[in-house]
């Protein structure tokens, strides 16, 4: 409460009051200042905060010991990696490699089905070719040829000028024939061209018709290059004839 204005009396009710007030707060004194557990967490702040500085400075000189003393590892390859689970040392990461899968090898691929067709019947075997078996003959037309290759280019199966069990090779470019005469059943044809080999597709007539044929698209075969390399063999892999 404010002190009376000296020019203006007091009233009985605030004279009273004022000396209520009085007596009350001469009994309410302050608690003491505490001033040792202020400066004990102070104390403790600065430690806090000293440690928290010299954690990250002592991971630092421990992994700056650590590369020192790699090349100096037994067997010079470094310090064995932990997995990523976080589980025990399962030695150096390998580093993963960019190289393309390499392809499946030849013999893990499967072989073509044997394709049996009727005799007479023109077979497209692509890129304008054309194939037709018969009871004594294969015939070969090149459609892409001026006039649409009207003419077949055929070659006899018995007329006794390649022997029983044995394979003979013809080639148009790109195109590769080989030609089995013999008894048992071809089921597998390849050949070898500057070291390429390719599975031909076989294809062969009802019954027993004594032959088969097969085709191949590879490079080509030129007369002053290397003989191409034939190989004939049943569905369980025995050779049947081979080339040259």
């Known amino acids: 409460m404010n002190a009376p204005d000296p020019g203006r009396p007091e009233d009985d009710a605030a004279a009273s009051l004022r000396r209520a007030l009085r007596a009350t707060a001469g009994e309410l004194a302050p608690p003491p200042y505490p001033a040792e557990r202020v400066r004990r967490l102070g104390r403790r702040r600065v430690r806090t905060r000293r440690a928290l500085v010299a954690v990250p400075a002592a991971v630092a000189a421990v992994l ?3 590369a020192i003393a790699l090349p ?3 067997g010079g390859e470094g310090l064995p990696a932990a997995d990523s689970a976080g589980g025990e040392a399962l030695g150096p990461r390998a580093t ?6 390499q392809p499946a090898a030849p013999s893990a ?3 073509p089905s044997v394709r049996t067709v009727g005799a007479g019947e023109p077979v497209e075997i692509g890129r304008g070719q054309v194939l037709t078996l018969g009871a004594d003959q294969v015939c070969h037309r090149d ?5 649409g290759g009207v003419e077949d280019t055929c070659k ?4 006794g000028n390649q022997a029983a069990g044995s394979v003979s090779i013809q080639s148009s470019g790109a195109l590769l024939r080989p030609l089995y005469i013999g008894p048992g059943r071809a089921a ?5 061209v ?3 080999v390719l599975r031909a597709q076989v294809l062969t007539l009802e019954g027993n018709p004594g032959y088969a044929v097969g085709y191949a698209w590879g490079s080509g075969v030129s007369f002053d290059g290397p003989t191409p390399k034939v190989r004939v063999s049943d569905a369980e892999g025995k050779l049947l004839a081979e080339f040259p």
Do not use: C, H, K, N
């Not at 459609?143 to 006039?147: H, K, L």
């Not at 597998?188 to 070898?192: I, K, L, N």
């Open 194 to 196: 500057d070291g390429e």
């Open 109 to 111: 691929r499967p072989w």
């Open 156 to 159: 006899s199966v018995s007329d």
């Open 188 to 192: 597998r044809m390849t050949v070898e």
């Open 64 to 66: 700056a010991a650590v």
């Open 143 to 147: 459609t892409t040829e001026p006039g």
């Open 96 to 101: 993963p490699s960019l190289a393309p899968a």
């Open 72 to 74: 100096q590892w037994p």
